[in-house]
């Protein structure tokens, strides 16, 4: 049973614009809260955002200001908006509950090229 599906990666220029989406199951998702995570080529997965089920949002430093996480709780989705991409912010994102992590999905592979 395929429990989370991360979604609308690509390739952007830099400073451009992209919305990732992540569909959970409702086990996953409901009352709980969901965050982003990214791994570079190389590197080790690192936390991006999180949003906690009231929507209260945090974030890495590297992303403020840029990112912006959200969820819609009627579809169990949870979203990244991610504006004046940088090459850095390449790498794959994953979602998940950040509490207890359940079987990573995917992922969506982000691109950005100078």
């Known amino acids: 049973q395929v429990q989370l599906v991360e979604s609308g990666g690509g390739l952007v220029q830099a400073g451009g614009s992209l919305r990732l989406s992540c569909a959970a199951s409702?086990?996953?998702?409901?009352?709980?809260?969901m965050a982003w995570y990214r791994q570079a080529p190389g590197r080790q997965r690192e936390w991006v955002a999180t949003?906690?089920?009231?929507?209260?949002?945090t974030y890495t430093d590297s992303v403020k200001g840029r990112f912006s996480i959200s969820r819609d709780n009627a579809k169990n989705t949870v979203y990244l908006q991610m504006n004046s991409l940088k090459p850095e912010d390449t790498a794959v994102y994953y979602c998940?509950?950040?509490?207890?992590?359940?079987?990573w999905g995917q992922g969506t592979q982000v691109t950005v090229s100078s």
């Open positions: 409702r086990s996953i998702f409901s009352g709980n809260a």
């Open positions: 949003v906690l089920d009231g929507g209260t949002t």
């Open positions: 998940n509950r950040p509490t207890r992590w359940t079987t």
